[in-house]
């Protein structure tokens, strides 16, 4: 499985993004998958949880084999390198990371 991530950038705090990640396989088919995120001098975390609760969805179009995170309301704290994740019959496969930037 390939992915390919793409849809980040520079913008000011409270504004939005929305990150695309296409496959090489159909989406339906593919176990899991997620979008993870590095901040600089941190651990690869699960884009997940009360630090992104409300504010980011994550979304998938099978009819396009992508999924999507659409990230509003950004705050500086959001700034990392956003990572495509699959999980697929036990391989584990990651995208090229897709930098995201927020300016306060």
């Known amino acids: 499985v390939q992915l390919q991530a793409s849809g980040g950038g520079l913008v000011q705090a409270g504004g939005s993004l929305r990150l695309s990640c296409v496959s090489s396989k159909n989406t339906f088919d593919i176990n899991y998958m997620a979008w993870y995120r590095q901040a600089p001098g941190t651990a690869r975390e699960l884009v997940a949880g009360d630090a992104v609760k409300g504010r980011f969805t994550f979304s998938r179009d099978n009819t396009k084999n992508t999924v999507y995170l659409q990230m509003d309301d950004l705050t500086p704290e959001d700034t990392a390198v956003y990572y495509c994740?699959?999980?697929?019959?036990?391989?584990?496969?990651w995208g090229k990371g897709t930098l995201v930037t927020v300016s306060s």
């Open positions: 994740y699959a999980r697929d019959r036990g391989t584990d496969y």
